[in-house]
């Protein structure tokens, strides 16, 4: 059975405080892990797909890394604007996605 | 915006009712799902499809029907609605490999 674990649950952070959130996943046969923000009240939004371990992708205040274990989302001098839940998925050989319960970003001008 | 509206946004329901959520695209993407968002759990998938009449299920789909007889729409049906279908559903849309979520119904069972 797939399985994503994002951790810490929640995080709160002074403005410019880097820090990063994780997600660590066992799944048969990754085809990619997604990354997505949500904001209360909201439906997920996607941020990012990493498709194979060693994989970066950067998005404004954002960058996600990927190994064959867990992925990484770093948020570098974060904003209020940067509070949200990140939601993390992987995607099985199905093509079906199994999502971690989320990290929620606190970020405190 | 991946042109997913959902419909009501919110309901309030009583134990027994049927309850039936829609969600409409406007670009024909033939993959859609359905999903509920609880707190402490992630999105769980409730049923997906992948055409016109092609409907399967996910890994919560007890309890739950759904039926597309048009491309654009997806719908959703509780036959007897249950306390413990309190949730917030979400439909997306797939593009090539994505998935792209709706803003969400809330619904509440008394």
């Known amino acids: 059975e797939d399985q994503v674990t994002q951790s810490p649950e929640a995080l709160r952070l002074q403005e410019g405080e880097s820090s990063s959130l994780n997600c660590s996943y066992t799944?048969?046969?990754?085809?990619?892990l997604f990354w997505y923000r949500q904001d209360p009240g909201k439906g997920p939004e996607f941020l990012f797909t990493?498709?194979?371990a060693g994989e970066e992708k950067e998005k404004e205040r954002l960058k996600a890394t990927l190994t064959k274990k867990e992925s990484f989302l770093h948020i570098t001098a974060p904003k209020p604007e940067d509070s949200a839940t990140y939601l993390c998925?992987?995607?099985?050989?199905?093509?079906?996605?199994?999502f971690g319960a989320g990290t929620t970003v606190t970020v405190r001008a | 915006d991946a042109g997913i509206t959902q419909s009501p946004r919110h309901k309030v329901t009583e134990t027994g009712t049927p309850v039936t959520l829609r969600c409409h695209q406007t670009?024909?993407?033939?993959?859609m799902y359905w999903y509920r968002q609880d707190p402490g759990h992630g999105l769980r998938l409730i049923h997906y499809s992948y055409g016109v009449k092609d409907t399967d299920k996910g890994e919560v789909s007890d309890g739950y029907s759904v039926s597309r007889s048009k491309t654009e729409d997806f719908l959703l049906t509780l036959e007897s609605a249950t306390s413990s279908q309190t949730s917030v559903y979400f439909c997306?849309?797939?593009?090539?490999?994505?998935?792209?979520f709706g803003p969400g119904t809330r619904l509440t069972v008394l």
């Open positions: 998925a992987v995607q099985a050989s199905d093509y079906k996605l199994s």
């Open positions: 670009e024909n993407h033939r993959y």
């Open positions: 990493l498709y194979s």
């Open positions: 997306a849309i797939s593009v090539t490999d994505t998935q792209y």
């Open positions: 799944v048969s046969g990754l085809r990619g």
